[in-house]
Nanobody
Framework: QLQLVESGGGSVQPGGSLRISCAAS????????IGWFRQAPGKEREEVSC????????NYADSVKGRFTISRDDAKNIAYLQMNSLKPEDTAVYYC???????????????????WGQGTQVTVSS
């Protein structure tokens, strides 16, 4: 059974940076597309970014384009989300999720993903 554990969340001032990680166990990530999602209090879960199983395709929500970067290190079985120029509206619980696919795509709908981590809190406040 594949398990995902996020880490690296915390509190940061506006304009700051954080890198959050998603470590997988129980299976390698080689044939999985990876997505990062977030959910703020009172709001629906929304896609932040995703990366295909090969790593050649990435997508970003308009709200984070140019500020966030998704990456993966299959040798370490870890995915990352580098978050720069953070804004208060980025405050949320961030989740990673994976879906098994060999296609060179990734999907923005959370319903496409099979396994989820427990989430890590990111708070951006002065």
């Amino acid at each position: 059974q594949l398990q995902l554990v996020e880490s690296g969340g915390g509190s940061v001032q506006p304009g700051g940076s954080l890198r959050i990680s998603c470590a997988a166990s129980g299976s390698t990530l080689d044939y999985y597309a990876i997505g990062w999602f977030r959910q703020a209090p009172g709001k629906e879960r929304e896609e932040v970014s995703c990366i295909s199983s090969s790593g050649s395709t990435t997508n970003y929500a308009d709200s984070v384009k140019g500020r966030f970067t998704i990456s993966r290190d299959d040798a370490k079985n870890i995915a990352y989300l580098q978050m720069n120029s953070l804004k208060p509206e980025d405050t949320a619980v961030y989740y990673c999720a994976v879906m098994k696919t060999r296609s060179n795509v990734c999907f923005s709908s959370p319903y496409s993903y099979d396994y989820w981590g427990q989430g890590t809190q990111v708070t951006v406040s002065s």
